[in-house]
């Protein structure tokens, strides 16, 4: 029993107060709302570090890779996996929305209803290469100082580190001191997690008592099927992901250990927030630390399971909606490019993050700007589970890219 406990205390006191919170949310509905501050205190802090844990973890697995091969590889695989389980996350949501219909004619008018007067038409057509080139950099070095910036940030991350892998013996001194850095942060990390059981407890407190009110029947639908397909996914895709990994044994391992970034993710709805909690999880299952610290903080922007089944789901409900035809080959890999690129643009932060996702999905779909509102609530009522795939979609990742660059045996040999 002392090892159990010694094992999972940190787990069994997130669940613990993730339970009491939800109790006190349906308990106390909206006046939970009081206890708001106290878990937005935890989630501040945990941004406040984000952006120095992407520089550091990201700079420094990549300056330690010695074997150039080595480097290339950790990071062409894991963007061959990212390719991979995103377009299979991509034709799950399709297979889902193209069977069941999101939301019926009866409800059209009262969804349409939800639009705001103020709302007006723009003309303004959204700019695909502006809209990457702001994604991916920034024209002041203060701003890529921000959790806004994540994109960019792990973009000139990587380019840090393979700078500093080229610079030889000049850059092991700098390398030194990103290390000495990095471990500052990670014990930093675990000192407000001694604070994580009440901030997230609170949080979800607040985060279930707001929920609910009035919604429309399409809303309501689309929230269910998401949550079940996110739970399916969740079961049967890295269970099946863990055993091509490593068998049996990476399937023991994953579960094992992945329960942290679970929590972690449905509490918080942040991807980025999650990424200590996932981290943990990855090299506990035995990812190495190269792969682990390069794969987790490249997910949060470049890997989204949750989030490109979300886009598909958010495609199709307007298509529904407004009588859109995508029933061709074209439309098909029309929706499947949109969702992939949509999901690119979605800032690892709570419900808001896809704000400029969402503004892509309607000019590129041809769908009227006054519709973003539309999007914006099913963005809001399927976070939790969407934020649940991207963030245990990235370990189950990780196992992959190192089942790629260290062989069929790597877990045999986790240290």
């Excluded at 038409?121 to 700019?127: I, P, Q, V």
Aim: net charge positive; proline share 3%.
């Amino acid at each position: 029993m002392k090892k159990i406990w010694k094992n999972y205390k940190q787990t069994i006191l997130l669940l613990i107060g993730l339970i009491i919170g939800a109790i006190i949310g349906l308990i106390f509905g909206e006046k939970a709302a009081v206890l708001s501050p106290f878990g937005d205190l935890f989630i501040n802090l945990l941004f406040v570090i984000i952006v120095p844990l992407i520089f550091l973890t990201i700079t420094t697995s990549i300056a330690k890779i010695k074997q150039p091969k080595r480097l290339g590889k950790v990071i062409t695989s894991t963007f061959v996996i990212f390719l991979i389980t995103s377009l299979i996350a991509c034709l799950i949501g399709l297979t889902i929305t193209y069977s069941i219909k999101l939301v019926n004619p009866n409800d059209t008018k009262a969804i349409i209803a939800t639009l705001s007067d103020t709302v007006e038409e723009t003309s303004e057509e959204l700019n695909l290469l502006s809209r990457t080139v702001q994604a991916i950099s920034v024209n002041d070095f203060r701003e890529i100082l921000s959790k806004n910036s994540i994109l960019a940030l792990v973009i000139m991350s990587i380019l840090t580190g393979i700078a500093i892998n080229k610079s030889d013996k000049d850059g092991e001194k700098f390398l030194s001191v990103l290390e000495s850095a990095n471990t500052v942060i990670l014990k930093l990390i675990d000192i407000i997690f001694y604070y994580a059981p009440i901030g997230l407890g609170c949080y979800f407190a607040a985060l279930i008592g707001t929920f609910g009110g009035e919604i429309a029947l399409g809303y309501l639908k689309t929230f269910i099927i998401y949550t079940v397909v996110a739970i399916l996914f969740y079961f049967i895709f890295y269970t099946l992901y863990a055993f091509i990994s490593a068998g049996k044994k990476g399937v023991k391992s994953f579960w094992s250990n992945i329960v942290p970034a679970t929590i972690t993710s449905i509490s918080t709805c942040s991807s980025a927030a999650s990424i200590p909690a996932n981290l943990k999880s990855a090299k506990g299952i035995g990812v190495p630390n190269d792969i682990a610290e390069t794969v987790i903080p490249l997910g949060t922007s470049f890997h989204k399971d949750g989030s490109v089944i979300g886009s598909v789901f958010k495609i199709m409900f307007l298509v529904y909606l407004f009588g859109a035809n995508v029933y061709t080959p074209g439309g098909i890999l029309k929706v499947i490019g949109v969702a992939l690129i949509a999901n690119l643009l979605i800032t690892a932060v709570p419900v808001g993050g896809g704000t400029i996702s969402e503004m892509m999905i309607i000019s590129l779909m041809g769908f009227p700007m006054a519709s973003l509102p539309i999007l914006t609530i099913i963005a809001t009522i399927i976070d939790p589970a969407a934020t649940l795939l991207n963030v245990t979609g990235d370990s189950a990742s990780s196992m992959l890219v190192t089942r790629l660059v260290d062989g069929k045996d790597w877990l045999k040999h986790k240290k």
